[in-house]
C-alpha cells in the first residue's frame, strides 16, 4: 500500500523537478539503478511496466527502497487498465502514470487517494484528466509537443500542471526552455539511464541525474530572480 498521500508525491514531483524512469526485468540490476538514481539526488523514480512479470521485478524494488532508500518515492507507469493499476497500488506504487487518459484508472486511483497521472496530448484531455482529479498531468509523447504548447495552455489555464514525457534531452538549453515554458517537472528514461550492450554504467548514471537536477534549480532560480 502506498505510504504518501497524492499531494505529498505531487509536492515532492514539483519540488524535484525529474522523475527518471526506466525498465529492467533484472531485479538485482533494476535495485543497482534505483540507488544510482537516488544517489544522484532523485526522490520520485518511475518503474515502467513493460516486460513479462513486470509486477514481480516492481515488488522487489520496493522492498529495497523502504530497506534502503528512505523518502524515496516509487511509482508505476505504463499502466493502462484499472486492474494493472489496483494490481501495482496493493505491491505499494505511490503513483500511477498512464499512456492514456481513462476513467476506469482515475477511479482505481481516486478510491485509494494515490496520485495517478494520465498522458494527454490535448487541451481538452486535459481538462478531462483535471476533472477526474488529477493534480499533474502527464504530456505524451513528448516529442510531439513543443515547450510553446504549454506556454499557450498556462494563459488560459494557470492551474495546470504538466509533466512532459520523451523527448525531454537534459542539457541547460532543453531544460530551461521547458522549464519557462511552465512545466512542473519531467520525466526521462533513456536520457538519463543509458545501457551500452546492456551494461550499465551506475555511476554515469547517478552523475546524469545530479547535473541534471542542478541544471533545474538553476533554471528555477533564474525565472524567480528574473
Given at each position: 500500500m502506498?505510504?504518501?498521500?497524492?499531494?505529498?508525491?505531487?509536492l515532492?514531483?514539483?519540488?524535484?523537478?525529474?522523475?527518471?524512469?526506466?525498465?529492467?526485468?533484472?531485479?538485482?540490476?533494476?535495485?543497482?539503478?534505483l540507488?544510482?538514481?537516488?544517489?544522484?539526488?532523485?526522490?520520485?523514480?518511475?518503474?515502467t511496466n513493460?516486460?513479462?512479470?513486470?509486477?514481480?521485478?516492481?515488488?522487489e524494488?520496493?522492498?529495497?527502497?523502504?530497506?534502503?532508500?528512505?523518502?524515496?518515492?516509487?511509482?508505476?507507469?505504463?499502466?493502462?487498465?484499472?486492474?494493472?493499476?489496483?494490481?501495482?497500488?496493493?505491491?505499494?506504487?505511490?503513483?500511477?502514470?498512464?499512456p492514456?487518459?481513462?476513467?476506469?484508472i482515475?477511479?482505481?486511483?481516486?478510491?485509494?487517494?494515490v496520485l495517478?497521472?494520465?498522458?494527454?496530448?490535448?487541451?481538452?484531455?486535459?481538462?478531462?484528466?483535471?476533472?477526474?482529479?488529477?493534480?499533474?498531468?502527464?504530456?505524451?509523447?513528448?516529442?510531439?509537443?513543443?515547450?510553446?504548447?504549454?506556454?499557450?495552455?498556462?494563459?488560459?489555464?494557470?492551474?495546470?500542471?504538466?509533466?512532459?514525457?520523451?523527448?525531454?534531452?537534459?542539457?541547460?538549453?532543453?531544460?530551461?526552455?521547458?522549464?519557462?515554458?511552465g512545466?512542473?517537472?519531467?520525466?526521462?528514461?533513456?536520457?538519463?539511464?543509458?545501457?551500452?550492450?546492456?551494461?550499465?554504467?551506475?555511476?554515469a548514471?547517478?552523475?546524469?541525474?545530479?547535473?541534471?537536477?542542478?541544471?533545474?534549480?538553476?533554471?528555477?532560480?533564474?525565472?524567480?530572480?528574473?
Open positions: 502506498a505510504r504518501k498521500t497524492r499531494i505529498d508525491v505531487a515532492t514531483m514539483e519540488a524535484t523537478g525529474l522523475i527518471p524512469l526506466f525498465y529492467q526485468a533484472d531485479a538485482a540490476v533494476g535495485k543497482k539503478i540507488d544510482s538514481c537516488y544517489a544522484g539526488g532523485a526522490r520520485v523514480i518511475e518503474f513493460r516486460g513479462d512479470f513486470a509486477h514481480e521485478v516492481f515488488a524494488l520496493v522492498k529495497h527502497a523502504h530497506a534502503a532508500l528512505p523518502g524515496l518515492i516509487l511509482g508505476i507507469g505504463s499502466v493502462t487498465d484499472a486492474g494493472t493499476a489496483a494490481l501495482y497500488m496493493q505491491l505499494g506504487a505511490e503513483f500511477i502514470v498512464t492514456v487518459l481513462r476513467e476506469d482515475a477511479i482505481a486511483c481516486n478510491r485509494r487517494k495517478w497521472l494520465p498522458g494527454c496530448q490535448t487541451l481538452t484531455e486535459i481538462s478531462k484528466a483535471e476533472e477526474l482529479g488529477a493534480e499533474i498531468v502527464k504530456l505524451f509523447p513528448g516529442e510531439s509537443i513543443n515547450p510553446a504548447f504549454i506556454a499557450a495552455i498556462k494563459g488560459p489555464c494557470p492551474w495546470t500542471k504538466v509533466m512532459p514525457t520523451g523527448g525531454v534531452a537534459m542539457d541547460p538549453e532543453s531544460l530551461a526552455t521547458w522549464f519557462k515554458a512545466v512542473t517537472c519531467v520525466g526521462a528514461g533513456s536520457k538519463l539511464i543509458k545501457a551500452t550492450a546492456g551494461e550499465y554504467d551506475y555511476k548514471i547517478e552523475q546524469s541525474v545530479s547535473e541534471a537536477l542542478q541544471h533545474i534549480k538553476i533554471i528555477r532560480g533564474a525565472r524567480v530572480s528574473g
